[in-house]
C-alpha cells in the first residue's frame, strides 16, 4: 500500500494567493493518496481559503496561525529578515502529532505556495524512512544547490550561500517520514532561527547528515524549483479607485 503524503502549505493573504494556491492544488491532484494541510499565517480561517479548498477535489486540512506580532515582517523589511512560514509549519506538525498514528505509513513535505514541483518529486519522496533529500533549482543564488552523493550516501552540499549552516537545504528540499517525526515530539521549526537556519533548527532533531537519504537519481535531478512570483503592480486600479471606478471588489480575485 502506497504511504500517504502530507503536504504541509502555509500561506498568507496577498494579491496573488488565489493564483498561487490554484496552480499548487492542481498540481498535487494528480498526485495520489495526498493530503494537504494548509496552515493560513492569520487568526481566522479565511473564506476565500477555505472555499478553494472544498472545490479544489484534494484530501486536506484547513487550520491557521498567526505569525507573533514581534516576528511579523513589516512594510519595507527585506524579504529575507525574518524566517517566513515557521509558526504556520509547526502548527501543521502539531495537527499530525495530535491526530495521526505512528503505524500509519505517511511522509511529510513542506512545500510553499509559490514553488514549481514536478510531479516525480512526490514518486521519489514517498519511500522516505527518514529523511530523504535531492536537488532545489533556483535557490540560493546558484542555478540549484544539492547534496553531494558517493556511494549513495550523502557526503556534503552543494551551497554557496552560508555553506557552513548544519543542513545548508531549502524547504522544498527534504521530506520526513511521519513516524520520525511523532517519535520525536520536541522537533519544531524555530521561528527566531536566524536567517538560513529554519531548514536546520527542524533537522537536528531528527537525523545526523550521514543518515539523509539521497533521491533524484543521487541528487542529480532538479524537481522542484524555489520560483517566486513576481508583486503585480497596482497603479491603474488605485487611480481608477481615488476616481471610484476600481475593479469590482466582490469578484475575488
Ligand atoms: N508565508 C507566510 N507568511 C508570511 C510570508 C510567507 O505564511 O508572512 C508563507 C508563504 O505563503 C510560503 C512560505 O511561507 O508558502 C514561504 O514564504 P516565501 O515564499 O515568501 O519565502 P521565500 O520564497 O522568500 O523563501
Ligand atoms: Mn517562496
Redesign the pocket.
Known amino acids: 500500500e502506497l504511504p500517504t503524503i502530507y503536504v504541509v502549505?502555509?500561506?498568507?493573504a496577498r494579491l496573488v494567493q488565489k493564483a498561487e494556491l490554484v496552480r499548487l492544488s492542481q498540481t498535487l491532484l494528480h498526485v495520489p493518496k495526498l493530503h494537504w494541510v494548509v496552515v493560513e499565517?492569520a487568526a481566522a480561517p479565511s473564506a476565500l481559503v477555505a472555499s478553494l479548498l472544498a472545490q479544489s477535489g484534494l484530501r486536506f486540512t484547513h487550520l491557521h496561525a498567526p505569525?507573533a506580532p514581534e516576528r511579523r515582517?513589516r512594510p519595507g523589511d527585506p524579504?529575507w529578515l525574518r524566517p517566513?512560514?515557521a509558526e504556520?509549519r509547526n502548527r501543521a506538525l502539531q495537527w499530525l502529532r495530535d491526530t495521526r498514528a505512528p503505524a500509519e505509513p505517511a511522509v511529510v513535505y513542506f512545500a510553499?505556495?509559490?514553488n514549481t514541483y514536478s510531479l516525480r518529486l512526490f514518486d521519489e519522496m514517498r519511500s522516505t524512512r527518514r529523511v530523504a533529500v535531492w536537488p532545489v533549482g533556483l535557490v540560493g543564488g546558484l542555478r540549484f544547490e544539492r547534496p553531494l552523493v558517493e556511494r549513495g550516501r550523502v557526503v556534503g552540499f552543494h551551497a554557496a550561500w552560508k555553506p557552513e549552516r548544519p543542513f545548508p537545504l531549502d524547504m522544498a528540499g527534504f521530506a520526513v517520514a511521519l513516524r520520525l517525526l511523532l517519535a520525536r515530539p520536541g522537533a519544531r521549526f524555530d521561528p527566531r532561527a536566524e536567517r538560513g537556519y529554519l531548514e536546520s533548527s527542524l533537522l537536528r532533531h531528527l537525523v545526523s547528515r550521514e543518515q539523509l537519504e539521497p533521491k533524484a537519481d543521487n541528487c542529480t535531478r532538479v524537481l522542484v524549483w524555489?520560483t517566486?512570483t513576481e508583486k503585480p503592480k497596482m497603479r491603474q486600479e488605485e487611480q481608477l479607485q481615488r476616481e471610484g471606478l476600481g475593479s469590482d471588489p466582490h469578484v475575488e480575485v
Open positions: 502549505t502555509p500561506t498568507y499565517d505569525t515582517r524579504a517566513r512560514g504556520q510553499d505556495d509559490d524555489h517566486r
